[in-house]
T-cell receptor
Framework: KNQVEQSPQSLIILEGKNCTLQCNYTVSPFSNLRWYKQDTGRGPVSLTIMTFSENTKSNGRYTATLDADTKQSSLHITASQLSDSASYICVVTASGGSYIPTFGRGTSLIVHP | GAGVSQSPSNKVTEKGKDVELRCDPISGHTALYWYRQRLGQGLEFLIYFQGNSAPDKSGLPSDRFSAERTGESVSTLTIQRTQQEDSAVYLC????????????FGQGTRLTVV
């Protein structure tokens, strides 16, 4: 069964601090992994997408890593800002078949002033 | 208990009345936070308790709002003379100090002022 597990479920950090969110998956065969940011009441916005051959990808203060061997990904946020407060969702898509993505439950991040 | 517990889960009150919301944090968690979430909005910080230190009240929107915490246990958020704009979900979270550790949220109290 394809699963995506995220940790922690919630995180509160001080403005300006760094944090790292984790994503473990059992989706196979692997096609790609996306990190999304979802503000409350809004649709998710893609931050990064990585395929099997990519180990790291950055988008401004967001850096995602992927270890396809251990089936783990992380999203590192540098110098957090109040606007980073949101839910961060890891989504893994399998190759072949209908390409239906598997969603993690998300990590709720609050940046504390 | 196993998680953060909030009560009541729902509260409907008449404008001008006082309300008291309760939060039972996870045992051993010294940090406790109150947030407000209006419909369709993000989380709005209200107040933060850390152990026996003076609470950070910088998020309280007016003097009608106050909160107390007994030691490192139960916290109550009181809203006096409620107004319709106070209608929101009030969320409580707790975590082990210091910050940057996982925070656990209660299910919230949905307050409706009519």
């Amino acid at each position: 069964k394809n699963q995506v597990e995220q940790s922690p479920q919630s995180l509160i950090i001080l403005e300006g601090k760094n944090c790292t969110l984790q994503c473990n998956y059992t989706v196979s065969p692997f096609s790609n992994l996306r990190w999304y940011k979802q503000d409350t009441g809004r649709g998710p916005v893609s931050l990064t997408i990585m395929t099997f051959s990519e180990n790291t990808k950055s988008n401004g203060r967001y850096t995602a890593t992927l270890d396809a061997d251990t089936k783990q990904s992380s999203l590192h946020i540098t110098a957090s800002q109040l606007s980073d407060s949101a839910s961060y969702i890891c989504v893994v898509t399998a190759s072949g078949g209908s390409y239906i993505p598997t969603f993690g439950r998300g990590t709720s991040l609050i940046v504390h002033p | 208990g196993a998680g953060v517990s909030q009560s009541p889960s729902n509260k409907v009150t008449e404008k001008g009345k006082d309300v008291e919301l309760r939060c039972d944090p996870i045992s051993g968690h010294t940090a406790l936070y109150w947030y407000r979430q209006r419909l369709g909005q993000g989380l709005e910080f209200l107040i933060y308790f850390q152990g026996n230190s003076a609470p950070d009240k910088s998020g309280l929107p007016s003097d009608r709002f106050s909160a107390e915490r007994t030691g490192e246990s139960v916290s109550t958020l009181t809203i006096q003379r409620t107004q319709q704009e106070d209608s929101a979900v009030y969320l409580c979270a707790s975590s082990l100090a210091p910050l940057n550790t996982e925070a656990f949220f209660g299910q919230g109290t949905r307050l409706t002022v009519v």
